[in-house]
């Protein structure tokens, strides 16, 4: 009966999620780019962190809650941290594309983080289908990635999970659902889902009765259901190559794939690469998130593969003593030469006028935001107080 | 205590319960005798909702009034101007400070 009582006490509290202070540093249609505030340490970690969620989830399940919370953790250990907060497709969305997301979106993430961080490249972590998304960025445009992590992130498509069967063209016609809603609605995305295992929510429910005397996991449970229910819509023309192109012709693996034209070739990642797998994935296989390992070229490839579910496995008090502090290590080895360092490094060679102009231009950047970046800055602030947004 | 041990059997039993229904579920949900006739009547159900909001836009239009997919094709204009226009910001700014450039 104290159970009872105690899960009833923890359903009217109302978790609060996503509390680590940030900044909002760029907007752009719906998406936005967050960086968060250092804390009471410095940030010892010069090469920004860009983290990459679901576009169907909200950004902050990697920000849950406080002492719960991933990007908490690594702002606590230096790292200078941004999150793109993909935000909620309105029904003209239907037209935008998934080249537009995952090639100007994201390049214009890592652009703005760089810039601001002063450094030439960024840590890049996709979640989900957002570790998709940055894999075919990081391939198409290496240009500013220091490293990737592909958090439980499918990259093959033809493994032998449930969803990789019901999306085959015969079993399900994608142009039609897009031509009926415009953008997919999320409570199609969740149901489907919710099919991968009919019995989980039962069983949740279960474990909830049986462990409902224990406060910290109530909070942290209700934290993630929150989450769980706070879907957004998939835009739908992203949505159609999305089904197209990777479920059912399985491009991105097959080195099939172009992004506005130009081929993203798993082949052609040679920065350092971890795939994050867990063994009680329903939702990405092992298989489909392991083979992004097999296909790069990097020499630098880490696998780290993981007890747990797709997201427990991210949010649980496990991942703050074990998959946390491992990415956190990762990164710190693997930092980017600053914009200095990286000029100082060209001039030794080159004592052409060209390299004085960058040696030139690298004192005034020197570390801090430029006076584009910087109006750009206020003017996303004014946007963003105009469109009533929370900051 | 006599509640904990009642939970505790009750528990082995769901779990074993769950268990088979699961395997059972998932042995249904691989089926295509049951995908190929469910992911007819999805797209049956789909092309219904379009013609009778083609119906609807056309009824608009026919009243010289901009119709909803000709408001979102506007907004979506929008919003690509918007994001040529942050493009060009990039690149005026590369050519200023070709540090910035990757």
């Known amino acids: ?211 409902a005397w224990d406060d910290e996991f109530l909070d942290g449970f209700f934290a993630v259901e929150k989450w769980g ?13 999305y089904i197209e192109a990777l479920y059912q012709r399985n491009e991105l ?60 496995a991210v949010v649980s008090r496990k991942a703050a003593t074990g998959l946390w502090p491992a990415l956190s290590n990762w990164w710190a080895e693997r930092e980017a030469p600053s914009e200095t360092e990286r000029v100082h490094e060209e001039s030794r060679y080159d004592s052409s006028p060209r390299a004085s102009r960058s040696r030139d231009g690298a004192r005034r950047a020197g570390g801090s935001m430029g006076d584009a970046e910087s109006r750009r800055h206020e003017r996303s602030a004014l946007r963003t107080d105009e469109l009533g947004r929370p900051g | 205590m006599m509640g904990r041990q009642a939970f505790d059997i009750w528990k082995k039993g769901f779990d074993a319960w769950e268990k088979e229904t699961a395997a059972l579920m998932e042995g249904l949900l691989r089926n295509p005798a049951l995908l190929a006739p469910a992911g007819k009547t999805l797209t049956l159900f789909m092309k219904a909702k379009a013609m009778s909001d083609r119906a609807a836009a056309e009824w608009w239009g026919a009243w010289g009034l901009p119709t909803k997919r000709d408001q979102e094709r506007s907004l979506h204009t929008l919003n690509e101007l918007q994001s040529r226009l942050l493009d060009l910001e990039a690149e005026l700014q590369d050519l200023k400070d070709p540090q910035t450039k990757a």
């Open chain 1, 253 to 312: 693996v097959r080195g099939e794939f172009r992004l506005n034209g130009i081929p993203a070739r798993l082949d052609a990642i040679e920065f350092p690469t971890m795939a994050v797998t867990f063994r009680d994935d329903h939702i990405v296989p092992w298989s489909s998130a392991h083979v992004l390992l097999e296909k790069i070229r990097s020499a630098d490839k880490k696998h780290l593969d993981l007890r747990g579910g797709h997201v427990g």
């Open chain 1, 229 to 241: 229910n706070d879907n957004v819509s998939f835009p739908g023309a992203a949505y159609v190559r």
């Open chain 1, 1 to 211: 009966m104290s159970r009872l009582r105690n899960l009833a006490k923890a359903v009217l509290r109302r978790p609060a999620v996503g509390q680590t202070p940030a900044d909002v540093v760029h907007t752009e249609n719906k998406w936005r780019l967050l960086r968060y505030r250092a804390s009471a340490a410095p940030r010892s970690h010069r090469t920004p962190v860009v983290l990459v969620p679901s576009l169907i989830n909200r950004h902050y399940v990697l920000d849950l809650t406080p002492g719960r919370s991933f990007v908490e953790y690594m702002r606590d250990q230096g790292h200078d941290v941004f999150i793109i907060d993909w935000g909620t497709p309105g029904p003209e969305d239907r037209y935008l594309e998934f080249d537009t997301i995952c090639d100007r979106y994201i390049g214009r993430a890592l652009r703005v983080s760089t810039r601001l961080a002063g450094t030439k490249k960024a840590h890049l972590l996709g979640y989900c289908l957002g570790g998709t998304l940055a894999a075919i960025h990081a391939a198409a445009r290496p240009e500013r990635v220091q490293s990737f992590v592909a958090l439980a992130a499918p990259i093959d498509f033809h493994d032998d999970g449930l969803l990789s069967l019901w999306m085959q063209p015969r079993f399900f016609d994608v142009n039609q659902v897009v031509r009926a809603f415009g953008n997919v609605p999320w409570p199609l995305l969740q149901a489907s889902f919710h099919m991968l295992k009919p019995t989980g929510n039962l069983v949740k429910g279960v474990g909830l009765v049986e462990r």
